[in-house]
């Protein structure tokens, strides 16, 4: 059967091939923690475009056109953590035990999407901090005084997205813990106590101080 418009756009026998095939899964879970892990990538793609887009308009001073842009970017993240949910449902620890055989020492901190979609949110604050100067304005007096909508609204999404950020986090230490308890050794050599430690590793650091100072 010749292929479709469809499929010939999507490359879509391309990207199935990449799949096991149910004669190879070693599990039923299998399918859908490759799967997860697959469709993540993508994800972490088109977030990652949108982040180029939003530094992109900060620099413009389209502080609205970067605020909307951040904020798909977060939305995409909570599909991400969704993901990780689905598979703390539908995956047995015991098949995760055959899984993870299978993957070596491979983990999600590997992928090259991921580590860049940390590195393009860590570059917004530079512009970010640039326009305060520009507007003659604190974070903290953002953060406590009216005016300045655009700022304010752009200073809003990047709380957001570092939440979602760290919402995805918090999920993936539940994932392990529902695997592989909090005292086995994981896929890089430690425990959950690494995982544990790393939560809270803010995007935008500042943020969260002014915050603190704010309340002091």
């Not at 949108?50 to 389209?62: A, F, H, N, V, Y």
Request: net charge negative; glycine share 8%.
């Amino acid at each position: 059967m010749p292929d479709t418009a469809y499929e010939n756009y999507l490359h879509a026998e391309k990207i199935l091939s990449y799949q096991k095939s149910e004669d190879e899964l070693i599990c039923d879970g299998e399918r859908d923690f490759q799967g997860v892990q697959q469709e993540s990538e993508f994800i972490w793609t088109r977030i990652n475009l949108l982040l180029k887009r939003t530094g992109t308009c900060i620099e413009g001073e389209d502080l609205s056109g970067a605020t909307r842009l951040l904020e798909q970017a977060a939305a995409l993240w909570s599909s991400l953590t969704a993901k990780v949910e689905e598979l703390l449902w539908r995956l047995w620890p015991n098949d995760f035990q055959k899984i993870r055989k299978t993957i070596g020492s491979g983990s999600t901190s590997d992928s090259p999407r991921y580590r860049e979609s940390e590195r393009l949110a860590k570059s917004l604050w530079g512009p970010f901090t640039a326009q305060l100067e520009k507007s003659t304005v604190t974070l903290k007096q953002l953060l406590g005084t009216e005016g300045h909508d655009d700022l304010r609204a752009l200073l809003k999404a990047m709380m957001w997205y570092d939440y979602r950020v760290q919402e995805f986090a918090i999920a993936h230490i539940y994932l392990v813990l529902g695997k592989i308890g909090d005292r086995t050794v994981g896929l890089k050599g430690g425990t959950t106590d690494y995982l544990v430690k790393r939560q809270g590793n803010f995007l935008f650091p500042p943020l969260w101080d002014s915050i603190n100072e704010l309340y002091q």
